[in-house]
């Protein structure tokens, strides 16, 4: 037996609400971390491992590229939390609803824009 129902491939036309983008990019947030994990530990090494490591770190961290990725990933962590803690708060029972599932991404963008704006002034000023 054939199904007839309407099918959509065209995936720049899909428009998936709020809750679904926060949820994504939560993901894509954790992978991107868990990738940037090993640069920070080879960093954290580094650093440690004698004086001219130390000097080697600082002298690189010094670069607007390195302050750029390290903003991007603190960023990412950032995010990370404040939908991780919105993602747990639904697994306790809370804001399970649509609406309220809404209020909550919403929520979660914004404490991300104010952590944000908290990283921006304490590395750049």
């Not at 129902?5 to 994504?24: A, E, K």
């Amino acid at each position: 037996m054939e199904k007839k129902r309407p099918m959509n491939l065209d995936l720049g036309t899909i428009r998936l609400p709020i809750t679904s983008y926060v949820s994504i990019l939560h993901r894509v947030s954790g992978v991107f971390m868990f990738f940037a994990v090993a640069a920070l530990i080879w960093l954290f090494d580094t650093s440690l491992s004698s004086e001219e490591g130390y000097l080697f770190v600082v002298e690189l961290l010094n670069y607007p590229l390195a302050q750029i990725v390290i903003f991007i990933l603190l960023s990412a962590l950032a995010y990370h939390i404040s939908t991780g803690i919105r993602h747990l708060v639904m697994d306790f029972g809370f804001a399970e609803d649509f609406r309220a599932g809404q209020i909550s991404a919403l929520a979660a963008i914004l404490v991300t824009v104010f952590l944000i704006v908290l990283i921006a002034g304490w590395i750049y000023i």
